[in-house]
């Protein structure tokens, strides 16, 4: 018996396997069965170059779970050890700089087990003791069993063996009981193991008999050592694509609109399968679909780093062996050939999408609106995929019609170009909610979109920025003679102190709503127009849209929302309460309005006089005199507006048409919706 210890340069490496790759410590599984099928494919290069004579027999890994004994056992008959292969490949750990590992790797697991070619030792992280039971498959060879109870300490010796290959046996430790179910290391396997390329056989299948499951002799292989990315494209049907998707995602429900068969072999190596799945909405309950592989080994689903943002809303499967089978965030996001394979992945999306588009646009389009979001982020956070996607990228109108970029702007360049040279793209996120000013927008001849995608509100600014000279306004933001301005806003026929009079008289009654501020506005629109109108700001809204995207912006969305209530004077309705305003009011305005006159040009006489001087030339009789002057003014604009609201408040016609503003958009609602309800009643009696 050989009896040493463990050739590391730290005085105790296991409490630091135990203690800092504890968090990660269920890839001590995956560590084990891949050793064991690495040592598989050797025996079977081997046997192909004649190197071993040899029947290869049955190859299959065995993983045995004994929970009598507490162990669980790796078997394998591939290549196996010898004696003096142990002490080479096992009991020398090159391992120096202790504290720099401590202070550099402490919190990843993979990248210790990587950087310092752990694989075998993350077996200590679950295990109190771990035997190896092997036998070289050269002629002649002793078996020997190594032992290590956790510390530097190990023995050798020589056993019996009749069979080629290792077993590693761990004793699992009493903290980490749950490696003693089956039902854990089912999940383990299945997780890390299932596309392995040797057949691993985890326990025997099962089949119902008698009224309950009874194992059967057969072994219960868990992988698919041939998966369908590694198989050629032109052997494969739609469905064999369909069904090796519901495989990897038993649990999604919809089929993937299409996919992505990726095979390169020059200037790095790559396989995979990648599927576009539907995405509808909440981006971030998609991500991590992708799932990284090298030569068939599971390796992460957090693929962040591995491609760019976007593409982690694909589902599917990527493998490559130039990807280190221990890797950490840091590795993919700095390695030059990661970045390479990100790049290739990029171009081939893009590519695709393209083909699609080109081959058959109406299936294209029949998909787009659960593209949208995907291609939409790809261009709002990738420049190169901007370029590439701009020629495929499609705007749908509230027809349900589709066009790209260059069609849209042919469609509405003659009829949406403003006076300025600007194009005015109009859009609309809710065509029932805004349908009265779709409607009014149409009837100027206007196309308008329908942008009701959850980034459509980055994606308005981002075009924006990159189509020349265009402006996208929401047909809210505005009543529709003023959606596309032909020319300098026309002066409002109705003479001044009637449009004040007016516009006092519905801003009065205007209800307190909690974060909105509303304006009021009166605008010659025509007799054929709605009497009322609520607008919002374009820029305001879009800003509060824009705090949800941007860090940064946040103290826009503290800000209220902003309105503006437009009063159509042509209107008979609106004419009417003009009409009734100045029965009603003109005896007791005329006094107070001659009042304002007289003080307003008092307060702008003083004015005058005091702006020729400077601060501390004026004295203080003067300052009292515009003050007295100014509270003057005050009191009777006071006066006039308590006089307008008295009237208003019992002007059945003005609260109506305010409550239909409100109405038309969402904003009426608990007593004030049934107050509505109730006038409604009476004024139709």
């Known amino acids: 018996m050989q009896k040493g210890n463990i050739g590391v340069t730290t005085e105790n490496i296991f409490p630091v396997i135990k203690k800092f790759l504890y968090s990660d410590h269920e890839i001590f599984l995956r560590e084990m069965v891949s050793n064991a099928v690495d040592a598989t494919q050797k025996l079977k290069t081997l046997s192909e170059r004649g190197d071993f004579k040899g029947d290869l027999g049955d190859l299959t890994v065995h993983v045995r779970l004994d929970e009598n004994n507490k162990t669980l056992t790796i078997s394998d008959r591939g290549i196996g050890m010898t004696a003096e292969e142990i002490d080479k490949y096992i009991n020398q750990i090159a391992f120096s700089g202790v504290n720099d590992f401590l202070d550099k790797y402490k ?64 004793y699992i430790d009493d903290d980490c009981k749950e490696y003693l179910e089956k039902a854990q290391i089912e999940q383990l396997l299945n997780k890390y193991c299932k596309f392995l390329p040797v057949p691993v056989a985890f326990g025997k299948k099962t089949e119902w008999k008698d009224g309950k499951q009874v194992e059967t002799a057969e072994d219960n292989i868990i992988n698919n050592v041939e998966p369908l990315w590694s198989k050629t494209p032109s052997q494969l049907k739609d469905e064999d694509y369909k069904s090796f998707y519901r495989t990897l995602y038993p649990m999604q429900m919809d089929e993937p609109l299409f996919w992505i068969h990726l095979n390169v072999d020059y200037p790095f190596n790559l396989t995979g399968i990648l599927y576009f799945p539907r995405i509808k909405s909440n981006i971030d309950i998609q991500r991590n679909k992708v799932q990284l592989y090298c030569n068939q080994v599971f390796v992460t689903d957090q693929v962040e780093g591995f491609m760019p943002d976007f593409l982690t809303l694909l589902h599917g499967v990527i493998d490559s062996p130039d ?16 970045k390479k394979i990100s790049t290739y992945v990029t171009k081939k999306v893009a590519d695709r999408l393209n ?62 170009t403003d006076k300025d040279g600007n194009l005015v793209y109009l859009y609309a996120t809710d065509k029932d909610e805004q349908y009265s000013y779709i409607e009014a927008a149409r009837a100027k001849g206007y196309d308008i979109l329908l942008m009701d995608g959850q980034l459509d509100t980055p994606v308005v600014s981002m075009f924006e920025q990159k189509l020349e000279k265009c402006r996208f306004v929401r047909v809210d933001a ?107 009011l003109d005896a007791e305005l005329q006094p107070i309005e001659s009042e304002i006159r007289g003080a307003q040009a008092r307060v702008d006489v003083l004015r005058q006089e005091q702006n020729k001087k400077k601060y501390d030339e004026i004295t203080q009789e003067e300052k009292d005199e515009l003050h007295a002057a100014e509270d003057q003014l005050n009191q009777q604009q006071d006066n006039k507006k308590a006089a307008i609201a008295r009237y208003a408040a019992g002007n059945k016609v003005i609260h109506q048409l305010i409550d239909l503003a409100l109405l038309q958009n969402g904003m009426l609602k608990g007593a004030a919706l049934d107050a509505f309800l109730k006038r409604s009643v009476e004024l139709i009696k």
Not at 364 to 385: A, P, R, T, V
Not at 520 to 547: C, H, I, N, W
Not at 553 to 558: K, P, R
């Open 107 to 170: 919190d990843n697991a993979n990248q210790i087990i990587g950087h310092f070619g752990l694989g075998f030792y993350s077996a200590f992280m679950v295990s109190k003791k771990v035997e190896i039971v092997t036998r070289s498959y050269q002629e002649g060879a002793q078996a020997v069993k190594w032992t290590c109870d956790g510390s530097p300490e190990f023995t050798i010796e020589e056993v019996e063996k009749a069979d080629r290959g290792s077993d590693i046996i761990l």
């Open 323 to 338: 990807i280190p089978l221990n890797v950490s965030r840091s590795y993919l996001q700095s390695d030059r050939d990661v």
């Open 355 to 416: 083909a699609i588009f080109k081959e058959d646009r109406k299936q294209y389009e029949e998909k787009w609106d659960d593209l949208k979001i995907f291609i939409h982020y790809g261009m709002l956070s990738q420049e190169d995929f901007y370029d590439r996607a701009k020629d495929f990228a499609l705007l749908k109108n509230v027809d349900g019609k589709y066009f790209t970029l260059d069609e849209y702007k042919t469609l509405i360049k003659d009829n949406q």
């Open 478 to 584: 505005d009543v529709a003679d003023r959606l596309v301005p032909k020319e300098d806003a026309p002066k409002n026929e109705l003479e001044a102190g009637k449009a004040d009079r007016l516009s006092e008289a519905f801003r009065s009654q205007l209800p307190k709503l909690e974060k909105a501020d509303i304006m009021v506005e009166v605008q010659a629109l025509g007799e054929q127009v709605q009497p009322v109108m609520m607008t919002q700001s374009e820029y305001m809204r879009r800003m509060k849209d824009m705090s949800r995207y941007q860090q940064g912006m946040s103290f826009y969305a503290q800000m209220p929302d902003s309105y503006t209530l437009v009063l159509n004077s042509d209107h008979p309705l609106v004419k009417q309460v003009l009409s009734d305003e100045a029965d009603a």
